[in-house]
């Protein structure tokens, strides 16, 4: 079955500019989440949506939102881009208690 | 609060075993979590642990899991070069959600 799908895989965005990334979960899945990586926080929490709802939320600004659609997918959006925003941003899937399955994320440079 | 860390580099002989080691802060964690990270990849989920489990083995991997010290260790029997990665330990509060909590990762090389 094909897994967790992001798009894009890599984005250059300017400072003040916003951005959106796309996330598709494996096909049942319900419940989407996103992480930051980067070198100096490593992996970190911002959010996640089951059923269209968000259950949790990291501990992340405003700027950084999501949403959830009736297919599962999800978008998360960053709002007036800084440059710390330059990541690799990480999305899972997962069914119930079954595993978390995580794609191969979108890396954002914001120059 | 929330904490787990890991030592951020463990180099070992091909064939050797590996012991990567994480502590975690937070007692009412559910489940810990083994993922492992290859350049350019996503993670992917090697083994997890109940918080009432002391062990668990899976072929090459066990988990050892000592709560009342909060230490939890992945061990890797027989480590092969496609074993290099980093590996990240992770803990969560219940099975639903996807809420994680994950150490920086250790680097792991396996040298020839």
């Known amino acids: 079955k094909a897994g967790v799908t992001q798009t894009p895989r890599y984005l250059i965005k300017t400072r003040g500019q916003q951005v959106t990334l796309s996330c598709s979960p494996i096909s049942g899945h319900r419940s989407v989440s996103w992480y930051q990586q980067t070198p100096g926080q490593g992996l970190q929490f911002l959010f996640e949506?089951?059923?269209?709802?968000?259950?949790n939320k990291g501990n992340f600004p405003g700027r950084f939102s999501g949403r959830q659609f009736s297919n599962s997918r999800s978008e998360m959006n960053v709002s007036t881009l800084e440059l710390g925003d330059s990541a690799l941003y990480l999305c899972?899937?997962?069914?119930?208690?079954?595993?978390?399955?995580f794609g191969q994320g979108t890396r954002l440079t914001v120059v | 609060g929330e904490d787990v860390e890991q030592s951020l580099f463990l180099s070992v002989r091909e064939g050797d075993s590996s012991v990567i080691n994480c502590t975690y802060t937070d007692s009412s964690s559910t489940y810990l979590y083994w993922y492992k990270q290859e350049p350019g990849a996503g993670l992917q989920l090697l083994t997890y642990i109940f918080s009432n489990m002391d062990m668990k083995q899976d072929q090459r991997l066990t988990v050892l899991l000592n709560k009342k010290d909060k230490h939890l260790s992945l061990r890797i029997a027989d480590t092969q070069t496609g074993d290099s990665a980093i590996y990240f330990c992770a803990e969560s509060f219940d099975n639903y959600g996807q809420n994680f909590v994950f150490g920086p990762g250790t680097r792991l090389s396996v040298l020839p």
């Open positions: 899972a899937s997962k069914i119930g208690t079954g595993e978390a399955f």
């Open positions: 949506y089951f059923s269209e709802t968000q259950r």
